[in-house]
């Protein structure tokens, strides 16, 4: 089992920034990719981004220019650092992991991120 933690959510106003983090627990030798992913009320969570344990990554194009994610092996943590917020990205957050061994999908318990226009 693998347990996700996330912090760093809040209110901003648009423009601002933010820095998610997302710590990783528990049986993680085999997990690989780790990613963000978002939740806007009444719409399906979507990609945000996703980094490889080799630093491979992929960006929404909604979110390229101008959101980062960036990941510590060693501690096991990976970052969103969020910059030109926009009400858009208004939305729980969610951060979560990927066994390349077994397939399975981990997820945090969300944060949420709000952003005032």
């Known amino acids: 089992q693998v347990q996700l933690v996330e912090s760093g959510g809040g209110l901003v106003q648009a423009g601002g920034s933010l820095r998610l983090s997302c710590a990783a627990s528990g049986i993680i030798f085999s997990i690989n990719v780790m990613g963000w992913y978002r939740q806007a009320p009444g719409k399906q969570r979507e990609l945000v981004a996703t980094?490889?344990?080799?630093?491979?990554?992929n960006y929404a194009d909604s979110v390229k220019g101008r959101f980062t994610i960036a990941r510590d092996n060693a501690k096991n943590t990976v970052f969103l650092q969020m910059n030109s917020l926009k009400p858009e990205d208004t939305a729980v957050y969610y951060c979560d992991a990927r066994d390349r061994l077994t397939g399975a999908v981990y997820w945090g318990q969300g944060t949420q991120v709000t952003v005032s226009s």
């Open positions: 980094i490889t344990v080799g630093g491979s990554t």
